[in-house]
């Protein structure tokens, strides 16, 4: 059976995610979705690990393969223990390249066994960042064309208080 890990932190997952996850299921008898506690490019989430695995667990039902599960510790350790073939990353830009080949690198040294796929999204999507999908909500923006319709409330949830103060 080939299966695959699609680790990040997803937080919170948008429609680039989730193309990357269709396109991943295509080639993969199994994805495993893995949501990490913390990652090297972000030191702190606006959702906490459960509310992001809850959101992907919405934003992924109905796709028979696909699973989410928890990443806590090194990714290769779970990668092996999980009995995957692969580890599957999104590569958006040149952007991306630098940071993802030193991580591919150093997890084919740990884990030789284990190969890093890297799927590029539709042209729509390689503008998306979770990161710039926070941003437009924090200022009140329509984040509907970027993130799955269950992603919304949650997201506009976030920063309501934030208004609320603002506005009083
Ligand atoms: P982000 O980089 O948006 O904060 P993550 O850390 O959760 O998101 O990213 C997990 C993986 O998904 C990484 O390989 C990242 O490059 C990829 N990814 C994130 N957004 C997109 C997108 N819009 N299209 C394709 N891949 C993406």
Same mark, same amino acid.
């Given at each position: 059976m080939r299966l695959a890990?699609?680790?990040?932190?997803?937080?919170?997952?948008?429609?680039?995610?989730?193309?990357?996850?269709?396109?991943?299921?295509?080639?993969f008898d199994e994805l495993?979705?893995?949501?990490?506690?913390?990652?090297?490019?972000? &030191?702190?989430?606006?959702?906490? %690990?459960?509310?992001? *695995? +809850?959101? #992907?667990?919405?934003?992924?039902?109905?796709?028979?393969k696909?699973?989410?599960?928890?990443?806590?510790?090194?990714?290769?350790?779970?990668?092996?223990?999980c009995g995957a073939n692969?580890?599957?990353?999104?590569?958006?830009?040149?952007?991306?390249?630098?940071?993802?080949?030193?991580?591919?690198?150093?997890?084919?040294?740990?884990?030789?066994?284990?190969?890093?796929?890297?799927?590029?999204?539709?042209?729509?999507? &390689?503008?998306?960042?979770?990161? %710039?999908?926070?941003? *437009? +909500?924090? #200022?009140?923006?329509?984040?509907?064309?970027?993130?799955?319709?269950?992603?919304?409330?949650?997201?506009?949830?976030?920063?309501?208080?934030?208004?609320?103060?603002?506005?009083?």
């Open positions: 890990i699609y680790p990040g932190s997803f937080d919170p997952i948008t429609n680039g995610h989730l193309d990357v996850i269709h396109r991943a299921a295509r080639l495993i979705v893995a949501v990490a506690l913390n990652d090297q490019k972000h &030191t702190s989430c606006l959702f906490s %690990i459960d509310e992001r *695995i +809850a959101i #992907l667990e919405e934003a992924c039902e109905g796709k028979a696909v699973r989410v599960a928890k990443l806590n510790g090194l990714l290769v350790n779970f990668a092996r223990d692969a580890i599957v990353r999104g590569l958006r830009a040149v952007s991306d390249f630098g940071f993802e080949f030193q991580m591919a690198l150093m997890n084919r040294k740990m884990e030789p066994d284990i190969e890093t796929i890297f799927l590029m999204p539709k042209e729509d999507y &390689t503008y998306l960042s979770s990161r %710039i999908v926070k941003e *437009i +909500a924090r #200022l009140g923006g329509d984040v509907s064309a970027f993130v799955a319709a269950c992603v919304v409330p949650p997201l506009l949830g976030q920063f309501s208080d934030q208004a609320w103060t603002e506005s009083s």
